[in-house]
C-alpha cells in the first residue's frame, strides 16, 4: 500500500488535509469545500481547478476528502449499486448506503491485491479452501488498513433535505444536528456552526454565510486550501452552484466580520487593562477591595 499512501491524497492513517461542510437550513442544504489536494507525505500541495464536489443527480451531491484514488474507485461504483428508474431520483439514504457499499467493494479489492494475489488466490471466496491457512489470511483482509476517505452526502429527496456523513466507519445521519464536516478543518468548521447556535430554523441566507465562515475559519488548518466552491439544493431537489459574484460578496462580508470582532477583542482588552490597573492602584489597606492584588501581575 506504499504506493496508495504517497499518491495525491488525504492523511491515509487520520483526518485527511481538507475541509468540506455542509448544513440545513429549512428545506435548503448549502454547502462548501476547497480544492486543496495535498500528497500522502505532505511536501506537495496544490490547488487545481476541479472542484470536490459530485452531482450525482440534481437533488443529491457528494464531498470527498481523503485519498483521491481510492475515492475515485469508490465513485465509479456508487451509481452502479443504484436502480435506475426513469423520472425517479434516488433518496440521499439511498446514495450514502452505496458510497458506503462501494468503499467496501474497493476495499476488498485492494485487500485481494496485497493480501491474495502473491500467493496465486483470486477472491476471498478462495480462503473456504484452504483451511487453518485460510482463516489466517481471513484474519489479515479483515484487518488490512486502507487509506482514510471520509464523505458528506447532502440533498433534498420525497422526506426532505438531509445530510449523511460516511467514512471508513460507517454511514451517520446528520439531519437532527444540521450540520456536518470533514477533512483536517472540520473540528474549526464544526466549532463555528456550534458557536452560531445553528439549527434547521436558521434562515437561508444567514445560514449561507454561516457555511462560507466556517469553510473561512477551516482555512487555519494544515492543507485547507483558499478556493471555495459553493452550491445549494431546494425543494423539489434542485441543484444550484452558488455564483463567483455571490461568493465575492461573501468574503466582503466575512472580512467585515472579521474586522468587527478585532475591534471587539481589542475594546474588551482595553477595558480589562482599564480594571486591572484600577485594582493595583487601590490601597494595600483596603483589604476588601485589594483581597486579590497579589494575584495580578504589576
Not at 496485497?114 to 484474519?139: M, N, Q, V
Not at 478556493?227 to 439544493?233: K, L, V, Y
Request: proline share 5%; with cysteine.
Amino acid at each position: 500500500m506504499e504506493h496508495l499512501e504517497c499518491m495525491i491524497t488525504g492523511d491515509p492513517r487520520g483526518k485527511s488535509v481538507t475541509v468540506c461542510a455542509a448544513a440545513i437550513t429549512k428545506s435548503t442544504v448549502v454547502a462548501a469545500s476547497d480544492r486543496m489536494l495535498t500528497s500522502g507525505t505532505g511536501d506537495i500541495e496544490f490547488e487545481p481547478s476541479i472542484a470536490k464536489l459530485h452531482k450525482l443527480q440534481d437533488n443529491v451531491c457528494i464531498m470527498i476528502a481523503g485519498d483521491i484514488t481510492l475515492q475515485t474507485d469508490i465513485l465509479y461504483r456508487v451509481p452502479e449499486t443504484l436502480p435506475t428508474v426513469p423520472g425517479i431520483s434516488w433518496s440521499v439514504k439511498e446514495v450514502a448506503e452505496a458510497y458506503y457499499r462501494a468503499f467496501q467493494e474497493s476495499r476488498m479489492k485492494i485487500c485481494e491485491r496485497a493480501i491474495l494475489h502473491p500467493l496465486g488466490l483470486d477472491s476471498a471466496a478462495d480462503l473456504y479452501l484452504k483451511g487453518d491457512l485460510g482463516t489466517r489470511l481471513a484474519s489479515d483482509m479483515l484487518n488490512y488498513k486502507v487509506p482514510h476517505i471520509e464523505a458528506i452526502i447532502a440533498g433534498y429527496d420525497t422526506s426532505g433535505p438531509h445530510i449523511y456523513q460516511v467514512s471508513n466507519n460507517g454511514v451517520t445521519c446528520q439531519d437532527w444536528v444540521g450540520f456536518a464536516s470533514i477533512g483536517a478543518g472540520c473540528g474549526h468548521a464544526n466549532s463555528q456552526f456550534m458557536f452560531a447556535g445553528h439549527n434547521r430554523n436558521c434562515a437561508i441566507p444567514e445560514t449561507l454565510m454561516l457555511v462560507y465562515s466556517a469553510k473561512k475559519r477551516a482555512e487555519v488548518a494544515p492543507g485547507v486550501g483558499s478556493a471555495t466552491d459553493m452550491f445549494f439544493i431546494d425543494p423539489p431537489g434542485k441543484y444550484y452552484e452558488v455564483g463567483e459574484h455571490v461568493l465575492n460578496r461573501l468574503e466582503l462580508c466575512y472580512q467585515g466580520i472579521r474586522k468587527s470582532a478585532e475591534d471587539a477583542r481589542e475594546a474588551a482588552n482595553g477595558e480589562i487593562n482599564k480594571f486591572i490597573a484600577e485594582i493595583q492602584s487601590v490601597p494595600d489597606t483596603d483589604v476588601d477591595q485589594s483581597s486579590n492584588l497579589d494575584s495580578f501581575p504589576a
